[in-house]
């Protein structure tokens, strides 16, 4: 073989890692945990999998949705941690799930308050020019302490005492559902495939994706990017309170912080899923394929009793690989 066809040789193998590797990856780390625990490969463990990658990925296509725009919304956990105080609020303190179409009006009241945090960091973004990183994270710490100051620095659950009575309200059955499989599988399934429909075939996806990609010629092409941004911030907070209100639904309570966690997983999901298939760019399939790895992976370094404490190395590790593997297809 001679120097050129194995040039030609290494690029494709290398091509072909970095569009397919994601899910390469997932195929072995299924096989390597099938094979050495018996009771990872079965139907009520994939479902617990794909319950818990459920709130993560819908975290994660809101945090796709400011990648879209070239900038990146750090805010998204902490959002999810309002959203989640607020609706469980709604439910204890103010009996909602008592109430005729109670449990849906929590729901809109939840993400129309998280839809103003979407304009705030529009507003320090877009209008005040504060680059996105530092904006959105001065917003997390804010949400972070309003959350906590709301709960009064606990948690909100039934039958709490706050200022020495007894809450009567109770967490509607209806709204316990969505947060249980199948229920919160298909919604998770529901609004990656309308973003991904949103996003790929419709012309406000497709001016987003302009924005993103060179600001300057989509201005030039008539695009109002500043709204566009300022939608693609909105839509991120609204996305990241729907993930908030799954906590709730699925654990029945607020805890202090309790999106924080899925944080570090929408990044690594949504940087993640601009490698698969070698798109280059943010999108809500590659996103779904990037939490799903995250879940895989999370899933069965707990079950092989790798300590709680330790797993972040591992997804700090796929996160730097994919990573790694998405730029270096760029240059």
């Not at 139907?43 to 945090?63: C, D, E, K």
């Not at 693609?232 to 990241?240: H, R």
């Not at 924080?260 to 990044?267: A, E, F, I, K, N």
Request: hydrophobic content about 55%; glycine content about 10%.
């Amino acid at each position: 073989m001679n120097q050129e066809a194995k040039k030609t040789h290494a690029f494709s193998l290398l091509d072909f890692i970095t569009k397919w590797g994601t899910l390469l990856t997932i195929a072995i780390l299924i096989l390597a945990f099938s094979l050495t625990m018996d009771t990872f490969f079965t139907l009520s463990n994939l479902i617990t999998i794909m319950r818990a990658v459920s709130i993560v990925t819908v975290v994660a296509i809101g945090m796709t949705f400011s990648l879209t725009v070239g900038g990146m919304d750090l805010s998204v956990g902490a959002t999810a941690t309002l959203a989640n105080t607020i609706c469980m609020s709604l439910f204890v303190w103010n009996a909602m799930g008592d109430k005729p179409g109670g449990t849906l009006l929590a729901i809109l009241i939840t993400v129309g308050v998280c839809t103003l945090v979407g304009l705030l960091n529009a507003l320090l973004i877009v209008r005040l020019k504060i680059p996105d990183m530092l904006a959105t994270l001065s917003t997390m710490f804010v949400l972070e302490g309003v959350a906590t100051t709301f709960a009064g620095g606990g948690a909100i659950n039934e039958n709490m005492v706050k200022n020495g009575v007894t809450a009567t309200g109770k967490v509607s059955e209806a709204f316990r559902v969505i947060g249980r499989a199948p229920a919160i599988i298909i919604i998770m399934l529901f609004i990656v495939l309308i973003i991904f429909v949103f996003l790929t075939y419709t012309k406000h996806g497709r001016f987003l994706y302009a924005v993103g990609g060179n600001s300057e010629a989509a201005r030039l092409s008539g695009i109002n990017i500043n709204r566009y941004r300022t939608i693609a911030y909105i839509l991120s907070a609204m996305l990241a309170a729907v993930g908030g209100i799954l906590i709730g639904a699925r654990v029945g309570n607020a805890q202090i912080n309790s999106g924080t966690p899925y944080l570090m997983g929408s990044v690594a999901a949504a940087h993640i899923g601009m490698s698969v298939a070698g798109i280059g760019r943010p999108n809500a399939l590659g996103t779904l394929v990037g939490a799903v790895l995250i879940g895989v992976l999370e899933n069965g370094l707990i079950m092989a009793a790798v300590p709680y404490y330790s797993v972040n190395i591992f997804k700090g590790m796929v996160l730097a690989i994919a990573l790694a593997l998405n730029y270096a297809r760029k240059k």
